[in-house]
């Protein structure tokens, strides 16, 4: 099984967790249910659930898909072992924010890069995949 992680800002925020929370009941089920099926996904990712981008820039991100009744996306990489580090998540109005996002999680991968606590495991609700801690590289 992968684990989930998630960057976590240096004042110690976690914006994907800040995000999560600002998400309707049915947007949070359906981006919690796509992150137990990467967790448990044992083969690659496919769309439509998970885009990979293949421009040379960003070739180290992904894409995770989700629609309720916005198109909610999160912007993630994979580490070493496979496991899935979420980076930055918004909901897609215009392809500008695409490219936003890309530009942003660039920055939050050099930041982890240099500082291995910049990432946290992934609360799933009811702990059914970890628990919140931190992660040590």
């Known amino acids: 099984m992968k684990k989930i992680y998630l960057y976590k800002a240096p004042d110690g925020s976690a914006p994907f ?14 981006l919690e ?30 894409e995770l898909r989700e629609k309720a009744r ?21 909901i897609k109005r215009h392809k500008r924010n695409t490219n936003q996002a890309l530009e942003i999680s660039l920055a939050m991968l050099e930041e982890i890069g240099q ?7 992934y609360p799933f609700q009811g702990g059914a995949c970890g628990n919140q801690r931190e992660v040590i590289n």
Request: hydrophobic fraction near 45%; glycine fraction near 6%.
């Open 115 to 121: 500082n291995p606590h910049a990432v946290m495991e």
């Open 17 to 30: 967790l800040e995000f999560m929370a600002t998400l309707d009941e049915k947007a949070k089920n359906k």
């Open 33 to 62: 249910y796509a992150l137990k099926s990467m967790a448990i996904s044992q083969g690659r990712f496919t769309e439509p659930l998970v885009k990979h981008f293949s421009i040379e820039r960003y070739r180290q991100l992904y």
């Open 70 to 90: 916005v198109l909610v996306r999160v912007i993630f990489a994979l580490d070493g072992g496979g496991n899935v580090i979420l980076l930055y998540p918004f």
